[in-house]
């Protein structure tokens, strides 16, 4: 079998070395991180690493995957004798804990297609997820619609209360969307009028055509109204929604509830939508 890193780009918490180049990767500076599986850290021994950002953006990696905003490495030919890794056309000099006897291949991936695998057989732990996994998983269930969905940074960075934004990957008549993520801890917990109300506003202000406000729990029912009423380009969307979006299930009759049956476009002329 073949061995895969998988590499999250993120920012050092602390002081790293890069087991590629041996160089320090500093407190705060970008870099990708490798956690094994649990069972590759408790019977295995592996522990993580944590690779420098050139070593990774010098090996000539494929394109952006546009569900998470990662990249896409080529796979790692390894030499039993050597610690010499050719990755594409460069190389990568790895010192590896423990001898590596087939091929390595790294691979990074969009953690949102991992969070929708594992969610699908235990839908609570979406409470358990933190903010930016929850944006992640909304990224991948827009892409699986046929979208393209590119998040607007990290949770805690600032974004004008927009998380994501999306258009069609393939249209006649192409739109903007944005997307806003409410992430709870606990299912009991409703999301109220007043992110409508201020999602609403941000949207307006921009050459937004939809709007989708997306919650890990429930809306409050003055919220649902404010929506219907007062908000028509926003779509509300909770955990029941978002159930059904891990199984692929987008044609739905709940995801055509805010579509009217018909339509009066002057006195006497009524148009039947469904």
């Known amino acids: ?13 602390k002081d790293y070395v890069c087991p590629s180049c041996h160089a320090r990767i500093p407190r705060g500076a970008r870099h990708f991180r490798h956690d094994p599986f649990p069972a590759g850290a408790f019977i295995r021994g592996e522990a993580t690493t944590h690779w420098c950002y050139d ?12 569900t998470s905003g990662r990249l896409r490495v080529p796979a790692v030919q390894v030499k039993p004798s050597s610690t010499t890794q050719t990755l594409g056309t460069s190389l990568l000099d790895v010192q590896l804990e423990l001898p590596l006897m087939n091929p390595l ?22 409470y358990s997820l933190s903010p930016d996994e929850l944006e992640e998983l909304i990224c991948d269930r827009l892409f699986a619609m046929g979208l393209e969905p590119r998040r ?39 999301e109220g009028p007043s992110a409508v109300r201020e999602f609403a506003g941000i949207i307006a202000s921009r050459p937004i055509n939809a709007g989708v406000l997306v919650t890990n729990t429930s809306f409050s029912p003055d919220a649902e109204w404010f929506a ?13 929604d978002i159930r ?4 692929n299930d987008f044609g739905d009759e709940a995801e055509w509830r805010e579509m009217p049956e018909s339509i009066e476009l002057c006195p006497g002329v009524t148009i039947k939508i469904r």
């Open 105 to 126: 291949r790294i691979e990074l991936i969009g953690i949102g297609r991992l969070l929708s695998e594992q969610l699908r057989d235990d839908i609570s732990l979406i």
């Open 1 to 13: 079998m073949s061995q895969r890193l998988y590499l999250i780009e993120t920012r050092a918490k």
């Open 152 to 190: 607007t940074g990290a949770v805690n960075r600032k974004d004008g209360g927009i998380d994501i934004v999306f258009w069609p990957r393939i249209s006649s008549f192409p739109f903007l969307g944005a997307a806003q993520v409410k992430h709870h801890r606990s299912p009991q917990t409703k």
């Open 228 to 240: 219907r009423e007062h908000a028509k380009l926003i779509r509300l969307r909770d955990f029941n």
């Open 55 to 66: 070593c990774i953006m010098s090996s000539d990696p494929g394109p952006k995957d546009l």
């Open 244 to 247: 059904r979006w891990l199984f």
